[in-house]
C-alpha cells in the first residue's frame, strides 16, 4: 500500500538546523511531484516547498527562502527538507506530499506529519 513516512522532527532551539526526510513506498516516486506542507495550530495548512519529479526545480514559500532547501534523492524514493536559521514561526507539523496527475485525475499522497517545535 501507499505510504509516505516523514521522520527527523523534534525540538530545536532558535537559529538551530533540522533534516526532515520522507520515505515512500508503494508507488511509483519518481512520477510524483514531492512537497513539504505545514500547520501550525489554529492555522490552515501551507505549502513550505515542493520539488518536480526530476528535482530540476523547486520552489518555496517567501518565509522560508534562503533558508530551507528541499531535495530528492529517485533511487532511495526519499525526499528531504533540510532547515537551517529555525525560527519559532517555523514550530508546526510538517506533513511530506506526493502529487501527480494520472491518467487525467489528480492523484495525492499523504504522510502522517512530524513535528516541529522551535523553542528556547
Known amino acids: 500500500q501507499v505510504q509516505l513516512v516523514e521522520s527527523g522532527g523534534g525540538l530545536v532551539q532558535p537559529g538551530g538546523s533540522l533534516r526532515l526526510s520522507c520515505a515512500a513506498s508503494?508507488?511509483?516516486?519518481?512520477?510524483?511531484?514531492m512537497s513539504w506542507y505545514r500547520q501550525a495550530p489554529g492555522k490552515e495548512r501551507q505549502l513550505v516547498a515542493r520539488?518536480?519529479?526530476?528535482?530540476?526545480?523547486?520552489n518555496y514559500a517567501d518565509s522560508v527562502k534562503g533558508r530551507f532547501t528541499i531535495s530528492r534523492d529517485n533511487a532511495k524514493k526519499s525526499v528531504y527538507l533540510q532547515m537551517n536559521s529555525l525560527r519559532p514561526d517555523d514550530t508546526a507539523v510538517y506533513y511530506c506530499?506526493?502529487?501527480?496527475?494520472?491518467?487525467?485525475?489528480?492523484?495525492?499522497?499523504w504522510g502522517q506529519g512530524t513535528q516541529v517545535t522551535v523553542s528556547s
Open positions: 506530499n506526493a502529487y501527480a496527475r494520472l491518467f487525467g485525475s489528480d492523484v495525492d499522497h
Open positions: 508503494g508507488f511509483t516516486f519518481s512520477r510524483y511531484a
Open positions: 520539488i518536480t519529479t526530476n528535482g530540476a526545480s523547486t
